[in-house]
């Protein structure tokens, strides 16, 4: 077998890979806000011979980063080998701010950097070092194929450049020889063993469940039970809202940050969780948004995308996507902020006990089991002709101690999701240090008004915080 030489992506991380367009960048980031000094060199500026020097020592701990995208023979199936040609200058990239060095323009530098897709040539991957930030502050954006990362491991890349001392030493890099690339024949011949293989294992599967026939019965009820709830999350399709619409290129990027303790507090008060907190931000939110627009509100179907972690022991490391998610309806026609929480925080519960996640990531397993990526790259691409959501967001919990880059201290960091076809605004948050970061990402040309959204986030929170306190 040849498999020694390559790795294949399995089917959610290769969905990513083939549904991935002109318009519709898959990648994701994150923008880490650090300490510039420790960074600097005698003359001033960040010191980007050690910085490369840093970054190719922590590279073992990501095997993806050096590998680049091939496809198989026959099914034309995505596969990782090694780069050859491996160039980590390439990847490793110093910019500055023009003076005053301001957030905005911070902001509309890294649209600019979000706009480019990825060279499918190289490892799908960039760092970028942003100097010139206001206050002897420089800017890190990492930005990662969704098919190396997910919105949980998305942040892999700052997670390995960073540490919880600041320490500013940097270890030897281990010596990395790359592995010869497959031949067309031999990959072809895996292919073939691998369909052949497939009649085998199933009759595997049938014998171990006929061993076992009162667990097997259970099991495939449960199963079928996921797989339906999964389905029905799907019939009904949400309402049209103006940034359900193709997508350019184009990206803007706006933020905010907001008190962990206060999201915390409202959590208390009102019994519910930090995920339903920032549900009822974003539905509160969206309605100013909406009703800013001239976007009749009564009656509207809202639906978003959350993410769910499945990952389990070791699959926690091993880089590729293990995410299914939930279809959540946001009450955005409800002006009142604490019965707005409680129909966000019905909906979670209503969630968290049915098996819709769980049926989602069942058929992406049949999909791995059956060496078949037909069924979540059709689901994608179907979803793209009628969409079933309005938009994702994503909250992911941080580290809450201090992190350093090389000594360098991080002050904020901001994740950011990719859009997809009809999808022209995400949410992303991620807590860290005692607070909750906020990114939007929008069209360039569908959502001009970025920064109004993000400001209704921030007014969307205090509404509910100041109502959560009266009760």
């Not at 992506?9 to 990648?27: K, Y």
């Not at 990782?80 to 990239?93: A, C, E, G, Q, T």
């Not at 060279?119 to 100097?131: A, H, T």
């Amino acid at each position: 077998m040849a498999d020694r030489n390559y790795d294949r992506l399995n089917a959610q991380d290769s969905s990513f890979v083939l549904c991935e367009g002109p318009g519709a960048h898959m990648h994701v980031s994150v923008l880490a806000v650090v300490e510039a000094a420790s960074l600097r060199e005698p003359g001033g500026g960040l010191d980007i011979e050690r910085l490369h020097e840093y970054v190719e020592s922590r590279l073992h701990l990501l095997t993806r980063y050096r590998k680049r995208l091939e496809f198989t023979p026959l099914q034309r199936h995505p596969i990782w080998v090694d780069d050859s040609h491996f160039n980590l200058r390439y990847h490793v990239r110093l910019t500055a701010l023009p003076g005053p060095g301001s957030e905005d323009q911070l902001k509309e530098l890294t649209g600019r950097i979000l706009s480019q897709q990825l060279d499918r040539d190289k490892p799908l991957w960039e760092i970028w070092f942003i100097d010139g930030l206001k206050g002897d502050r420089c800017a890190v954006l990492s930005k990662v194929h969704h098919s190396m990362a997910d919105g949980i491991t998305g942040t892999s890349l700052m997670t390995a450049l960073l540490s919880i001392t600041p320490d500013e030493r940097i270890e030897p890099a281990p010596d990395w020889v790359p592995m010869p690339l497959p031949s067309k024949l031999e990959l072809a011949i895996d292919e073939i063993e691998r369909a052949a293989g497939l009649p085998f294992a199933t009759l595997r599967v049938m014998r171990d469940a006929l061993r076992r026939p009162r667990q097997t019965s259970v099991e495939v009820a449960e199963s079928a039970q996921a797989l339906w709830q999964a389905f029905a999350a799907g019939l009904r399709a949400p309402s049209k809202t103006p940034f359900n619409q193709p997508i350019s290129t184009h990206r803007r990027i706006d933020w905010c940050a907001l008190d962990l303790a206060a999201i915390k507090d409202v959590k208390k008060h009102l019994d519910g969780s930090v995920n339903d907190v920032i549900l009822s931000i974003v539905s509160g939110a969206m309605n100013r948004f909406l009703t800013r627009r001239h976007v009749a509100l009564d009656g509207l179907e809202f639906r978003v995308v959350v993410p769910v972690n499945m990952r389990q022991g070791k699959q926690e490391h091993d880089g590729a996507n293990h995410v299914s998610a939930w279809l959540v309806r946001l009450p955005v026609a409800e002006r009142d902020p604490i019965a707005r929480f409680a129909a966000v925080k019905a909906e979670t519960r209503r969630l968290r006990k049915s098996k819709a996640a769980q049926g989602i990531d069942l058929l992406l397993r049949f999909a791995d089991w059956s060496g078949t990526d037909l069924l979540p790259t059709s689901a994608m691409r179907l979803a793209s002709i009628a969409p079933v959501y309005n938009m994702i967001v994503s909250n992911v919990p941080g580290p809450q101690m201090p992190l350093y880059l090389l000594g360098a201290k991080l002050h904020a960091v901001y994740p950011q999701i990719p859009l997809f076809p009809n999808q022209a605004l995400g949410i992303a948050a991620m807590s860290y240090c005692g607070k909750v970061y906020f990114e939007a990402i929008g069209d360039w040309d569908l959502v001009p008004d970025l920064r109004v959204f993000v400001r209704a986030i921030r007014r969307s929170f205090d509404e509910l915080k100041t109502a959560a306190e009266a009760g």
